[in-house]
């Protein structure tokens, strides 16, 4: 159904994903700066909730300051899954145990300001089969986190499984997602398809805190004291994470036509595995009041 909308009276908060919504790469989308600067100034909440569980809040706020020329954007208000992620641990967390990481450097930097003990972070040596019979295991090791990893390997994984099967460590992900959008033109293989080897291998699926888990969302409406879904709207690019993610708790979500899901992708929309609240153009749109966009 097409319709008219006015974003801006009928939510209160606006959580955005930001690779293929609000920037490609070192690229920022167009009108991403004047949607985020002008909810801001309406005295909305703007949360940044990536599932890239790469990036710093401190790496997020350099983005911010210069892609979308905002100098006084809250850090607080930036989640990444990897933040997300080892706040959830650090709730469970017991004292001398350790986390087993595949991650990436900024992944190792937030579980380090969180002073949470991590082995298994940087590169590994390759290693023959045969050689893991003398693999000496960690017994402080609790829990496996995988995330997008540019050391990962087959040493690497096998360390992984073992703890998860040997030790029964729990096994967290920061997100599942298959692709990473670099550019308009060129989207690069995520953690999902990094972890795919270790789940086949383990037959079992991890816990994942990053999008579409309602346990990211819990984690933000605790912080933020979000009461009232019915004003919260979730933008992004991906069926599988932001607008599944929206479905599963309960939020109104806009996809946009700018990241992983084209133009061409919505044609027929009645074949889309999850239907978004609205489908708009672009991030740049949400506050054209005369805009006439696709509302489920």
Not at 80 to 100: L, M, N, Q, W
Request: proline share 6%; hydrophobic share 40%.
């Amino acid at each position: 159904m097409a319709v008219y909308m006015n974003f801006l009276d009928k939510y209160d908060t606006f959580l955005f994903d930001c690779d293929g919504v609000l920037w490609h790469g070192n690229t920022a989308i167009e009108g991403a700066a004047n949607v985020v600067t002008y909810l801001l100034q309406n005295k909305k909440t703007v949360l940044l909730v990536t599932n890239n569980g790469t990036k710093t809040r401190s790496i997020l706020l350099k983005m911010v300051h210069a892609l979308l020329s905002i100098g006084d954007f809250p850090s607080e208000n930036m989640y990444s899954s990897g933040i997300a992620t080892t706040k959830y641990i650090k709730r469970k967390i017991k004292p001398g145990e350790k986390v087993f990481l595949i991650g990436s450097p900024g992944l190792k930097e937030i579980m380090d300001e969180s002073n949470i003990p991590v082995v298994g972070y940087g590169p590994f040596e390759p290693r023959l089969f045969s050689e893991y019979a003398a693999t000496k295991l960690d017994e402080k090791v609790k829990y496996v986190v995988g995330s997008f990893d540019p050391y990962c390997n087959h040493a690497k994984i096998t360390h992984a499984f073992l703890y998860i099967k040997e030790l029964k460590a729990e096994y967290i992900a920061s997100n599942l997602d298959k692709l990473y959008p670099l550019s308009p033109t060129r989207t690069l293989p995520g953690t999902g398809s990094i972890l795919a080897g270790l789940n086949n291998s383990l037959n079992q699926q991890p816990l994942v805190i990053g999008k579409p888990s309602p346990i990211f969302f819990e984690i933000i409406a605790d912080d933020f004291n979000i009461n009232d879904k019915s004003r919260v709207l979730m933008v992004g690019d991906n069926l599988q994470t932001d607008i599944t993610f929206a479905e599963n708790v309960g939020i109104d979500s806009a996809l946009v036509l700018t990241g992983i899901v084209k133009p061409e992708d919505v044609q027929n929309r009645s074949n889309l595995p999850v239907q978004p609240t609205y489908i708009l153009p672009s991030v740049g749109n949400l506050l054209d009041s005369d805009l006439l966009c696709y509302k489920n």
